[in-house]
Nanobody, 124 residues
Framework: QVQLVESGGGLARTGGSLRISCAASGRTFSRLTMGWFRQAPGKEREFVASISWNGGSLYYADSVKGRFTIARDNGKNTVFLQMNSLKPEDTAVYFC?????????????????WGQGTQVTVSS
């Protein structure tokens, strides 16, 4: 039982940076593994990054490793995705997601809570 709301999406140029946030409601947030996924128009949703409930374990898709950083603040019930060195192929709707259990899970159906998404557009 958690509600997720993303914010902070917008426009950026290639090589630029953007930080998006996910605000969660519910007392169970601090015990959940949290993740970010993205979906471009006409494409399937894909895994971006995830973080364990205590922040001790992080997992990134190869496509964003070294450029994106996931973090969380359990006191504020918030998850962040810092996106640096942006590329046009990063353009997508970014979704916040939550689940109970392991961080190293990329299968969409194994994530149980989802936000509405926030648009990130990167131009050349």
């Amino acid at each position: 039982q958690v509600q997720l709301v993303e914010s902070g999406g917008g426009l950026a140029r290639t090589g630029g940076s953007l930080r998006i946030s996910c605000a969660a409601s519910g007392r169970t947030f601090s015990r959940l593994t949290m993740g970010w996924f993205r979906q471009a128009p006409g494409k399937e949703r894909e895994f971006v990054a995830s973080i364990s409930w205590n922040g001790g374990s992080l997992y990134y898709a190869d496509s964003v490793k070294g450029r994106f950083t996931i973090a969380r603040d359990n006191g504020k019930n918030t998850v962040f995705l810092q996106m640096n060195s942006l590329k046009p192929e990063d353009t997508a709707v970014y979704f916040c997601a939550g689940r109970s259990g392991a961080v190293l899970v990329t299968t969409i159906s194994l994530w149980t809570s989802w936000g509405q998404g926030t648009q990130v557009t990167v131009s050349s």
